[in-house]
């Protein structure tokens, strides 16, 4: 332990009297010097390198990639230098201004001098000129083609031309309009954005045609329905005294009363009224669980109404669908001959059915308690005949008082 610590010892002295200037300097490999004041994180070289055995060096520290600074000097390109750059010179070059840098050139294999590098037939290919031939033909040839497909269609639309419909040229008309409005690109228009950020400028597409009219004019008056400009919209019915099947704009209230609009505001006051009767709904915090409990509720509500009505019905019946299968179809359906006849109050005058009237007997009639019948009007027990007494009153409503009838003629 005694011999590394004086080493240690030593190298530090060494150090301390090479930075005073009292030893010389450590020399590289190169033969030039290293300066004392180096820290040694910036001297040492890095264990993957493997320089222990070279000494000292300051060789991991320098420049290792070749200079290209006169790459840039005119065009950019890596492949030359600035004498042999054959661009026009630039005021300020692509190394100062880093733009439009050039594209490095494919240097050939073989090795020329300076007269052969600057011959005229330099680079020259004896196949280029069969291959720009042929690209040559092929575009003529295509042309050809392209020019005798447009004299055909022309001919066919004179052709087409004498005898063309109204609504071939109505269709057209249209085909127009509509690439017009493509050319136009739907009057793209520079808006503002709303965003979680503050807000963008954006663009937007306006897709209203310009031939339809807008919605601020279709009624001049100014007590009409409100236009706010600054978010297009109209909420009232700008013509309310025109008809409903003429009009092509209703107003913007339209939708908030059909659709999925209906439909939320439903589900928001169902939100409202749980959370009064105690559930733990939100419909903004958790508007899925909302939309369950609504719906849920909703079921549960239609099966409810489904089981009472099939209770009612099985305990009452249905009358309408009874009396429709007990009655014959042929009466449903049937025809007669018989004629009858009807005054200006709704009265029957002619062809009334006459039915056979039959006794009453043992019947509690108004506020009779004891049993009566058909006796000629005679009183029982102090109690006048109730039924004489309904057939009074119906031969006064149907025939005069002056011609009193028996019972057997009133109908």
Known sequence: MVAPMEDRRKQLELKEARKAGLVPAEVDEDGREINPHIPQYLSSAPWYLNQEGRGPSLKHQRKWKPDSSHAKSCCGAMTHDKKACADRPRKLGAKWTDKNIAADEKIEAFQLDYDGKRHRWNGYDAAYPCIYNQVRDEARSKYLKERQFKKLEKIDNQHKKDGVSD???????????????????????????????????????????????????????????????????????????????????????????????????????????????????????????????????????????????????????????AEEEMLPRELLL???????????????????????????????IS?????????????????????????????????????????????
């Not at 009858?340 to 019947?363: C, M, N, P, W």
């Not at 009183?379 to 025939?399: D, F, P, W």
């Open 167 to 321: 609504i071939e040229d109505d269709l057209r008309v249209d085909e127009a309009k509509v690439e017009e409005c493509k050319q136009t690109d739907f009057a793209r228009v520079k808006k503002r954005v709303r965003t979680t950020g503050g807000g963008s400028t954006g663009t937007v597409r306006n897709l209203r045609i310009r031939e339809d009219t807008a919605k601020y004019l279709l009624n001049l008056d100014v007590n009409s329905a409100h236009y706010d400009p600054k978010t297009h919209s109209m909420r009232e019915d700008p013509l309310p005294n025109m008809d409903a099947n003429d009009k092509l704009y209703v107003g913007d209230n339209l939708k908030r009363v059909s659709g999925e609009a209906l439909e939320f505001k439903r589900l928001n006051s169902h939100a409202w009224e749980a959370y009064e009767k105690g559930h733990d709904i939100h419909l903004q915090a958790a508007p899925s669980q909302a939309e369950l409990h609504y719906r849920s509720c909703k079921m549960s509500k239609e099966k409810f109404m489904s089981q009472n009505k099939a209770t009612i019905i099985e305990r009452y019946g249905n009358a309408a669908a």
């Open 334 to 364: 049937g025809q007669s001959e018989r004629n009858v006849e009807y005054d200006r109050t709704g009265r029957i005058i002619k062809g009334r059915l006459v039915f056979q009237r039959a006794s009453t007997k043992k019947a509690f």
């Open 367 to 411: 506020i009779t308690t004891r049993v009566i019948g058909v006796h000629g009007g005679r009183i029982i027990n102090g109690v006048t005949n109730a039924a004489n007494r309904q057939l009074e009153i119906a031969t006064a409503l149907v025939l005069p008082v002056s011609k009193p009838l028996k019972p057997q003629q009133i109908l």
